[in-house]
């Protein structure tokens, strides 16, 4: 047991209302399951139905998933109640979960990255500065939802009409050849 945490109440945050929220409940209970083995004051806190209190709880260990969930704005919600938290601040975490962003500070720091557009409007000259295959995928999704290949000008119209109808604005990037590892 880590000392400093030995007297503080811990809620694992985990749930809530994104397309991942079944991943985050497994989550969730993995770590409040281990928690518990090791002795520590735990809950389980869902943002669905339950309300975060620094009356309540002192640390926030957040397994929660999804853009409304590592966008930031958890991490705000713990600052301006006290609630210490695991993980990245406000900041990293709105960059990181934005695919548009993430891709602008790697550009700023000449970091390779694919090649890319990232509008529906911008799709009329997507074939003139692509060859297919490609890779659609919206801007602030996680765990690879609604990420498609795509590999004609008629899958690419529908996928692109499909993320642009459930998100607004997406990605398109030129497709690289590589083996897929997921972390």
């Known amino acids: 047991m880590i000392e400093a945490l030995k007297d503080s109440r811990i809620a694992v945050l985990c749930g809530g209302v994104s397309q991942e929220r079944d991943v985050s409940l497994r ?3 993995n770590v409040y399951q281990a928690l518990l083995s090791l002795g520590y004051n735990v809950q389980k806190c869902d943002p669905k139905y339950d309300t975060l209190s620094s009356s309540a709880i002192d640390v ?5 998933h999804g853009p409304e969930y590592e966008d930031g704005q958890i991490q705000l919600i713990c600052e301006s109640q006290g609630i210490a938290y ?3 601040g406000v ?3 709105k960059i990181g979960m934005d695919k548009l962003l ?6 700023d720091f000449d970091i390779a990255i694919p090649s890319y557009i990232h509008s529906y409007e911008a ?3 997507c074939p003139e500065h692509f060859s ?3 890779i659609l995928k919206p801007l602030s999704e996680g765990s690879s939802i609604d990420v498609f ?3 004609t000008e008629q899958d690419l119209y529908e996928k692109s009409t499909l993320l642009r109808d459930k998100y607004g604005d997406f990605l398109v990037e030129e497709f690289i050849e590589g083996q897929e590892l997921t972390v």
């Open 86 to 88: 695991t993980g990245c």
């Open 102 to 107: 993430t891709k602008k500070v790697c550009q």
């Open 132 to 134: 297919f295959p490609l």
């Open 91 to 93: 900041k990293p975490s």
């Open 60 to 64: 926030a260990f957040l397994a929660l």
């Open 123 to 125: 799709m009329d000259h």
């Open 27 to 29: 989550s969730g209970e």
């Open 149 to 151: 290949i795509v590999d």
